[in-house]
């Protein structure tokens, strides 16, 4: 079995407990207007365009079946045409064309994965699997974890909640943590600046917190999620915690720009929450679990 993945990166501290290994999923459901993996959203393979370092060998011009590449000064690229076959990016010397997202079969992960093992023994970490939406890929992400339970890996999935119920069943066996992310409590909000409405989010997490242990996170973002109406809405949503254990207040950062250039898109421009708003939001939840912000560490 295969599926597609964008990126594993090894030593993450920031996705569940101890060291870990993440593992990056490809295609998404939600488009967070914030998102800092622009690339984590189109299940397809996707070309990456640096701006500079183009030599105008036309190599890559040369070897596009489909005319997309072109050849001229930095060459142009016409997107509509670009099947993400890869062929540019492998004859592109100095490197300025990479494809984003490639297949992989879950034996090729879990090589990836078990290269970490003695240093999730050693740091109480694990895998987690995260995205793009990593549940969208049940059938692959449900084996990863069959595989990683079977060795007696900590795993954790990184979510955003927005799939059916069933998906969580068939992987709660199997998952030792969930990351679930809350982006906005308001339906028509959520709707406006995710593409979708939040009600399945909702009803899954009031399902999992009772079956599952949870971690829940929410960013922090200045204009979308910081008024009073917000606060009081996530603590509707959080005030019969089960076995959420924590929850992360995540501030907006910008680290995505660069990758929105990548992809000939115009980055996103928001502001974190300032630190009066995240204490504010902090106290308002703390009340039920335990919050933490990066202003703590
Ligand atoms: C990229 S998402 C992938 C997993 C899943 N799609 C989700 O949204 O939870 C991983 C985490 O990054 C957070 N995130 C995304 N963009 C961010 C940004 N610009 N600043 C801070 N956190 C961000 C999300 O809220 C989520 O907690
Ligand atoms: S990825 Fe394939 S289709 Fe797209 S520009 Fe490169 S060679 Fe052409
Ligand atoms: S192959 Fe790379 S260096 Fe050569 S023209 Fe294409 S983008 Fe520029
Ligand atoms: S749900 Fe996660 S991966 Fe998908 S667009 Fe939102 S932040 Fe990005």
Redesign the pocket.
Known sequence: MDGMIFDIQHFSIHDGPGIRTTVFFKG?N???LW?H?PE??ERAPQLLIKELGCIACGSCAAVCPTGARRLGKGGSFIPELCTGCGKCASVCYPGVLEISGKTMTVSQVMEEILKDVSLYRHSGGGVTFS???AMLQINFLEELLRECAGSGIHTAVDT?GSVPWEHFRRILPYTSLFLY?LKCADGELHQRV?GADNRLIAENLKRLKDTADVWVRIPCIRGINDSSAEKEGFRELLRKPGRIQRIDLLPYHSFGEGKYRLLGRPAPDFLPMDAVQMEELKKALEEYVPVYHSLDQ
């Open positions: 998404c939600l488009r967070c998102c993996n984590s959203q995205g793009g939406e955003a992310d995710t």
